[in-house]
T-cell receptor, first 117, second 116 residues
Framework: AQKITQTQPGMFVQEKEAVTLDCTYDTSDQSYGLFWYKQPSSGEMIFLIYQGSYDEQNATEGRYSLNFQKARKSANLVISASQLGDSAMYFCAMREGPNFGNEKLTFGTGTRLTIIP | GAGVSQTPSNKVTEKGKYVELRCDPI?????LYWYRQSLGQGPEFLIYFQGTGAADDSGLPNDRFFAVRPEGSVSTLKIQRTERGDSAVYLC??????????????FGPGTRLTVL
């Protein structure tokens, strides 16, 4: 089974609207971390937001928030007031185990977000 | 400060040749990671260094792939007898395990390897 599933290969959103990018994960670990990265056409992966499995509140970073539904194993990224510069690939990733144990990230296949002026 | 840098940015080689890809992590970062990203896919883990030693090399696809980090800073990913299937973008990342609560990885721009 895929550890990280992103079911939206591409999305088109009008500028200034909010957008939700879906991510579901699969793990049997109780301790894990979930990350979202943005990859513009330049290729560099840019860290956006993190959610720990034991965090009781949803993570927020500026216009980014993470809708964490642990029972559903869902960690959707919400971008508010979208901007043209948000057009990029977005990847959800998971690290299984505690923060400083298993280090590798497992990534989904990504969602290509296009913001329409 | 300077981010993670990778050289070369592009490498074209012929099948069967040997290549080296270099990664300069963020100064002071003790952890270094290599990932491979094929077209249309997310990055795939290859190897992780803590200091000079490879702490996890479970993602290396076969013994043609090898990586070193002799002084705990710069790392080199080495691929012997390259095959067309090795064509991908190779990403390097680093993190500071001594600070931060969730060990965020900072990525470089990648090296695009094309094997003809």
């Amino acid at each position: 089974a895929q550890k990280i599933t992103q079911t939206q290969p591409g999305m088109f959103v009008q500028e200034k609207e909010a957008v939700t990018l879906d991510c579901t994960y699969d793990t049997s670990d109780q301790s894990y971390g979930l990350f979202w990265y943005k990859q513009p056409s330049s290729g560099e992966m840019i860290f956006l937001i993190y959610q720990g499995s034991y965090d009781e509140q949803n993570a927020t970073e500026g216009r980014y928030s993470l809708n964490f539904q642990k029972a559903r194993k869902s960690a959707n990224l919400v971008i508010s007031a979208s901007q043209l510069g948000d057009s990029a690939m977005y990847f959800c990733a998971m690290r299984e185990g505690p923060n400083f144990g298993n280090e590798k990230l497992t990534f989904g296949t990504g969602t290509r977000l296009t913001i329409i002026p | 400060g300077a981010g993670v840098s990778q050289t070369p940015s592009n490498k074209v080689t012929e099948k069967g040749k040997y290549v080296e890809l270099r990664c300069d992590p963020i100064s002071g970062h003790t952890a270094l990671y290599w990932y491979r990203q094929s077209l249309g896919q997310g990055p795939e883990f290859l190897i992780y260094f803590q200091g000079t030693g490879a702490a996890d090399d479970s993602g290396l696809p076969n013994d043609r792939f090898f990586a070193v980090r002799p002084e705990g800073s710069v790392s080199t990913l080495k691929i012997q007898r390259t095959e067309r299937g090795d064509s991908a973008v190779y990403l390097c990342a680093s993190s500071d395990r001594d600070r931060g609560s969730y060990n965020e990885q900072f990525f470089g721009p990648g090296t695009r390897l094309t094997v003809l």
